[in-house]
Structures are given as structure tokens and as C-alpha cells.
């Protein structure tokens, strides 16, 4: 089960990252064309 426990760590970096850099990187990678 170490996977699930990677996932949950990666997702907490993610928001942490995406907390103390703003939103703005988040809305670049999600406006990005497909």
C-alpha cells in the first residue's frame, strides 16, 4: 500500500507548492491546450 501513501504525500506538495506560488502556475498548466 506504499503506493496510496506516495499519492497522498504528492497531492499535499501539490497544493502546498501551488499555495506559496500563487495560482497563477496552476491556471498556466490548466489553460494549457490540449
Do not use: C, F, N, Q
Amino acid at each position: 500500500m506504499k503506493l496510496v501513501l506516495v499519492a497522498v504525500v504528492t497531492a499535499v506538495a501539490v497544493i502546498v507548492y501551488r499555495s506559496r506560488h500563487g495560482v497563477e502556475v496552476w491556471h498556466t498548466i490548466e489553460d494549457r491546450p490540449a
